[in-house]
């Protein structure tokens, strides 16, 4: 502290006035409030704003600043104060509070101010000091708190959102986005800010805190604003930035986890299915939708989505984890979105896609193990058993046929399974082992199934474990070779002109047995037969008569679609 002649009777001022100190040769100081935290003292040379009441001895008012309703600004230490007020300034701090007594020969003397001050009056000022700075002073940033992870600071021509409280140094209020509720917004050295906000904001980072001093001629000089901010006043931000952007800015990705193997990208056209959650730059949550327990489906590169994330999902693999920041231009622009979207905005989505798949795609088939010798192959109408394993790409376990214990069983083409499992299964050996992956058109489609979510790419792990040749489509049983001669006469085993149930299965198993003809494969050959029975007795009397048997050859002929 510069006391220079200061001469501090602390001693003769327990109260103004109380007794009487005789004739002073300096002035009088009692710091009677002395702030804890003193950045700054005043010295010879420094600009201050500040507040008194002018009194004599008796308590009597000549002059108050308050009354004016306006701080005193003025330069120490130059000749423009009293010299009892330049002396007894120096040293203040901002908010510090002063008794100060000033001797006529350090006041007005003894000519006095007509009408106001009499000669040879001794002046008691009551002081309160509110700003301090220099024409030599720089822009004061202090930084609060910075994030760990910075890959990019504020540029002249990045737009900024920001929140701010401003105060003047006294700490006095003038303005706050909190009390708005919304951010500031405004692009950086470009003059759209006063001078001291458009450096103060220079090399920050989304989601740091700063202190910025602003010296009133970096401010709004000797102006001030309105009635907020006084002539000369210094500035106190308090800001967090929360986020920012060039409009020269594209998208940035940030690739989290890319799985090893990737055999596949997606491209323009492709249709995915991911996870994501959306904040924006300082962490708030705006939409997730793990919320929902469902992934966002949709087509890339088409106009779907906002455009940056068109963009964002170029190029991703299944199970890739990605962060995907896009800056307002390609997302919802100076308007924002509904009500946790604000207008310039940038997003920030991390993204972990599910699968994804094109409509042109056919069924992916990977023969894991195939039998030496394989000679017979599956085909459609074929009767095959197989276990499986089915999955979605992400690994979620959707259904095995290991948990019924028994292999599952199906007439291939008898649009029994979906098409993609139908094909994956075709031209199969006994005792082989395939991946399937089936895009959803030819799996459960949009709309999935039971356990299976709308547009799910589906892995199977399939074995064919058994398979019997089936018949053609619309037949229960066929011949080997010709049909019998007089077929009636010899299905008629007891020779009474009428074939019941019984009799029927009887020659049908025979003919099975002796190789000469055989069923649709089945796990229940006795429904087949029993279906064919009822195709043949036509008037459902429980017996077929000879005008009712037809074999299905000729049936097809006259374009009548029954059985045999």
Known sequence: MALGSLVLLLSLLGVLGLGDPGPLEDVVIDRY????????EVQMGDFIRYHYNGTFKDGKKFDSSYDRGATVAGVVGVGRLITGMDRGLQGMCVNERRHLIVPPHLGYGSIGVAGLIPPDATLYFDVVMLDIWNKNDKLQITTLSKPEHCNRTVENSDFVRYHYNGTLLDGTPFDSSYSKDSTYDTYVGTGWLIKGMDQGLLGMCAGEKRS?????????????????????????????????HNPKDGVFLEHLEVPASCKRRAVTGDFVRYHYNGTLMDGTLFDSSYSRNHTYNTYIGKGYIIPGMDQGLQGVCIGERRRVVIPPHLAYGENGAGDKIPGSAVLVFDVHVIDFHNPADPVEMETVYRPEGCNVTTRNRDFVRYHYNCSLLDGTKLFSSHDYGSPQEVTLGANKVIEGLNSGLLNMCAGERRVLIIPPHLGHGESGARGVPGSAVLRFEVELISMEEGVPEGYLFIW??????????????????????????????TQVAEGKGRLMPSSDPDKVIADMFKNQDRNQDGKITAEELKLKSDEDQEKIHEEL
Do not use: W
């Open 212 to 244: 910025i001093i602003i010296p009133p001629f970096l401010a709004y000089g000797e102006k001030g604003y309105g009635t907020v901010i006084p002539p000369q006043a210094s500035l106190v931000f308090s800001v967090l930035l929360v986020d920012f």
């Open 480 to 509: 080997h070779g010709d049909p019998p001669e007089n077929l009636y006469e010899q299905m008629d085993l007891n020779k009474d002109g009428q074939i019941p149930a019984d009799e029927f299965s009887t020659f049908i198993l």
């Open 33 to 40: 409030y002395i702030p804890k935290i003193c950045l700054r």
